[in-house]
């Protein structure tokens, strides 16, 4: 979900819960609405064997992209209808005959499984969801079954807290938990919770909650499901307080999961707040950084909306991904070309910031009409090699400017570097080997056209269309790279403006230079090299969003470069800037201007340029 400035109001605020609300659906539906039993289940709960959950990044299929489209012949029947059990085991045919062996395996249905539509629920009993019988007629565990049969896992949704429409006036007993009623699992004034205050917030000091979110897990575990999204979870989604604080809900998710004895992965959605990245990587498998990728117009995606905004939303996260939790970036939609909305180039460009960032890579196109170019890119192995390797996810190593670079290095020494040109026009972009950190020669090969290119010296340059990339592997024939460090609280430098020296735990010194805005500069003096040249300066600094400075050296003409957020004030991060050096000593500075620029720690530069 995109935030409240925006002038699109996504669909997944208006399709996966909140179009109640324009539907007229309102809290406090009779009990008699929710009459009937939940799905038969097996009378042995399942249980499964295999890797750790979220071991690498999941790879697969969702309906979200297709629901939300006004592409033409998507959904007919009105906005979202498209999710029907007709059209998911369309897709899962599709996705073990053409995807599954290179390493896609789920099937994930998004919001509406429960819901008619005119977007009216079904609940059994209990408070649960229950499959709305004209788009799922045989049940969602007949859905799993078939996931199954064809070697895949199945996913399913569900919006955080008690929707409200389940409420049933607070009579609605719990599953297997004696006494307990649906008015005991939430607080007494009925607060409000999630990205579209559609359901009611759990408050889980009270024992029925965690029986209600441990019966809800059961029946998924029954019907088989491999695979639970947690929408609408905050602190984010567009919301901030207590009541939309849902940390305790997703770590009762995880109990639940666990008590059930299946291995269910716990995905938890949408644009969460990096100040809880400790929480969501104790209790999740997965979580959304970013809003909803879809565009909510006559295609899948565009690239404005909201493709391109990964590329600045993503650096804070990087750190957080590895083992056990990957940032998910949202769909894929890169496979079925004038649906997606987006050129050849900026499809390459999305798949690769994905492949790169360590992504789960799960597509929402239609998979019965993969172009050929789009087959390429969802299937092109060295790519996936990339995705589902052993590497750190990349980050950038240099500035967040229109011509941009992002590296991880692997772990046979290799690295990993994507080129990136995100101007409205062609450039030519470079990798300089310094900023990889190593000198020399290096071997490049390109991953997308499976192409060695030889060798090249200092450097690679490649000329990118506009919103185009290049991926390779860069193996070192050279050395390490020698760098000399300079501290900005160092007493030679120059302070202007507001600059001011501050502690930092988390520097080099354990100070660095802030209060860097309104015309606040920093001078580094006596910044020596030996031969004049353009040199690549590591910068380390602290940003908790995205800031911008003009660098310049020895009182000549500066370059504005933005520096990507750190996600907080206590995290350095380090990316380079290109700058012009003479032989002997120079000053370099970082000047604020109008605007805000980072707390700076430090400099290292080359010794060769």
Known sequence: MRSPSHSVLPARALGAVAVLALAGLTAGVAPAAHAGTTEPAPAAHATATGPAPAAKPYMGWSSWSMQSSKYPGLNPDGDYSYLTEANVLKQTDALASKLKKYGYEYVNIDAGWWRDKAWKPQFDQYARQKADPQRFPRGMKAVADHVHAKGLKAGIYLPVGLEKEAYADGKAPIWNAEGCTTADIVHDDLRTTNGWDSAYKIDFSDPCAQKYVDSQARTFADWGYDFLKLDGVGPGSSKSGDNYDNVADVAAWQKAIAATGRPIHLEVSWSLDIGH?????????????????????????????????????????????????????????????????????????????????????????????????????????????????????????????PQRVWAAKNPDGTYTVALFNLADAPASVSADWTTLGFTGSAAVRDLWNHENLGTFKNRITQALPAHGSRLFTVTPRGSAVERTGYEAEAPANTLGGNASVADCAACSGDRKVGNLYLGGKLTFTGVVVDRPGTYQIEVAYISGDARSASVSANGGGATRHTFPATGDWGTVARVHVPVTLKAGANTVTFDSGSGYAPDIDRIDVPKTS
């Open 277 to 401: 990245a400790a929480d969501w990587k104790k209790y999740s498998d997965g979580w959304r950084i970013d809003t909803d990728v879809e565009c909510y117009c006559n295609t899948l995606v565009s690239w404005e909306n909201s493709v391109d905004d990964r590329f600045d939303d993503l650096p804070a996260w990087t750190r957080h991904a590895g083992p056990g939790g990957w940032n998910d970036l949202d769909s894929l939609d890169v496979g079925n070309g004038a649906m997606d909305g987006l050129t050849k180039a900026e499809r390459q460009t999305y798949a690769t910031l994905w492949a790169i960032a360590k992504a789960p890579l799960y597509t929402g196109d239609d998979l019965t009409r993969l172009d050929s170019y789009g087959l390429s890119l969802l299937t092109n192995r060295e790519v996936i090699a990339v995705n589902q390797g052993d590497a750190p996810p990349a980050h950038p190593v240099t500035a967040s400017d």
